[in-house]
């Protein structure tokens, strides 16, 4: 991806899903006090205890790098060479030992794994802690340049033998992966469905806003039958602006198509990414349409997952801006209220006088939040326990990225054992993981966004790495036997 412009206050502190900011004084966002009290108790141990020390150590190493002037930019530079190069000796699945270093350190930081078993083991891992599921992805994708943009439009949609090449080394090894992926998710997980990584023939007609090629539709349906059979629901992931509307496009069309069937449970999602101005009005027309056509609509919340690369006039002109959008657009699809952030679609009311308008009804949703933002999951979770059992959204899921915000998600932790303990077993919070697979190849444009992510997120970073040293610094006390300090 490029570099993103000079700014001075950046809409989201990293080019990346699930973006924050360091976590925000919370006090007045905690919810009631049988809540606070909950939280509490959840709490009195270390949220961090609960993490291996190997992941610990790793984090620890991973946030260090990220967060010191000196030696993230040479390793940005390696990671770049790596992820982008064309000579075998730089390329992870053909030279064992680059392949043995980074499946140790960045790989195992960020990835679940390059065979079914090693996925199936980190998984477990991961619910063993304490986590409901995973997020789980299959790590091939494309991020355009703007030349290859220009090339693709000017070329057009690949004929002959070109698009039978396409065909065969681009939709049918993704189409692949992701069915594997489905197979490997369990139950209470989700699949992440990236349509870039699906080749030319998906970018143009993306790009233009056309329907799927014959070929790469059979395969969308084949992968959403075999999600229907499993009840494994699909996350469609957004992308570059270039290609994002006609993501909304195909996405709604599964939508209807498969998330009629159970009100209030999809087993199609998308994405909406708050740092971007339109975000709220097109969430709105597709409530609209969720709402004329009798099916859920899945919703995946993020901040921003293109900074670098989107224009910047499509996205809000300060942090501050896109924390406002996220956060009241999170509250009214968690309640299934409309609000000052989240209004009825202009068209979906426009025929109406004003003495005859009405609230619009608000219509079944299932809701994913995407975020590393320590405030944004605490007012979440705050506005989703004073709601009575029976208002509001039923599905509700909170997530970060695999080796990312351990700080946050081991909180969701404890706060969901909390939750158990409470309610006799009744799981109020849900906390996942967003985590990739495939060959340490594969993961490589995966693992240097990882890394651009935590170099924008420069404060978060170094939160991250001094929770982890606390952490350390606890578990060492404890062997030794030394009473921390009050």
Not at 28 to 48: F, V
Not at 275 to 301: C, D, I, M, W
Request: net charge positive; hydrophobic share 40%; aromatic share 6%.
């Amino acid at each position: 991806m490029q570099s993103s412009p000079q700014r001075p206050s950046p809409p989201s502190s990293a080019a990346e899903p699930f973006a924050s900011s360091p976590a925000d004084s919370t006090s007045s966002l905690i919810a009631p006090a049988a809540t606070e009290d909950a939280t509490t108790m959840a709490l009195k141990q270390t949220p961090l205890a609960v993490l291996p020390l190997a992941t610990v150590l790793r984090t620890l190493l991973t946030t260090t790098v990220s967060s010191s002037r000196v030696l993230l930019p040479p390793s940005l530079a390696a990671m770049g060479l790596l992820a982008h190069t064309a000579n075998p000796l730089l390329n992870p699945d053909r030279n064992p030992l680059l392949r043995a270093f980074l499946k140790q350190t960045f790989y195992a930081q960020f990835c679940a794994g390059e065979s079914a078993p090693e996925v199936r083991r980190t998984v477990a891992g991961l619910k063993q802690i304490g986590f409901t599921g995973v997020i789980l992805g299959y790590a091939k994708e494309v991020v355009l340049t703007t030349e290859q943009q220009q090339r693709l439009e000017r070329e057009g949609l690949p004929t002959g033998a070109d698009a039978e090449d396409c065909v065969r080394n681009e939709v049918v090894p993704w189409a692949a992966g992701t069915m594997e992926t489905v197979r490997l998710a369990g139950p209470g997980d989700f699949v992440a469905l990236k349509f870039s990584g699906a080749g030319r023939q998906a970018l143009y007609a993306l790009k233009n806003r056309l329907p799927p090629p014959k070929e790469l539709r059979a395969a969308i349906d084949a992968i959403c039958n075999l999600a229907k059979e499993r009840d494994v629901p699909l996350l469609f992931d957004a992308e570059q602006d270039a290609i994002q509307r006609g993501i909304d496009d195909w996405t709604m069309e599964y939508q209807r198509k498969y998330n009629a069937d159970t009100p209030g449970h999809a087993l199609v999602y998308g994405t909406y990414q708050a740092y971007l101005k339109s975000t709220p009005a097109t969430l709105a027309r597709h409530l609209a349409e969720a709402r004329e056509n009798g099916f859920t609509l899945g919703v995946k919340l993020v901040r921003g997952a293109y900074l670098g690369s989107d224009p910047r006039d499509i996205i809000h002109d300060t942090k501050e801006a896109t924390d406002l959008c996220y956060d009241g657009v999170a509250e009214a699809l968690i309640r299934r209220e409309w609000n000052a952030v989240l209004t009825p679609s202009s068209s979906s009311s426009s025929s109406s006088s004003a003495a005859e308008k009405k609230p619009e009804a608000f219509p079944l949703v299932s809701l994913v939040l995407g975020s590393h933002n320590q405030a944004s999951v605490r007012r979440a979770r705050a506005v989703r326990d004073v709601l009575p059992a029976h208002e509001g959204t039923r599905e509700l899921a909170i997530a970060q990225l695999q080796g990312m915000a351990d700080e946050v998600s081991c909180e969701l932790v404890a706060v969901k054992k909390g939750d158990l303990v409470r309610d006799g077993g009744l799981e109020k919070t849900r906390a996942y993981k967003y985590i990739v697979w495939g060959s340490t190849g594969e993961c490589m444009k995966y693992l240097l966004r990882r890394a651009r992510e935590n170099r924008d997120a420069v404060q978060r970073t170094r939160d991250g790495r001094d929770a982890m040293f606390g952490e350390v610094l606890r578990r060492v006390r404890r062997a030794f036997g030394i009473r921390a300090r009050a």
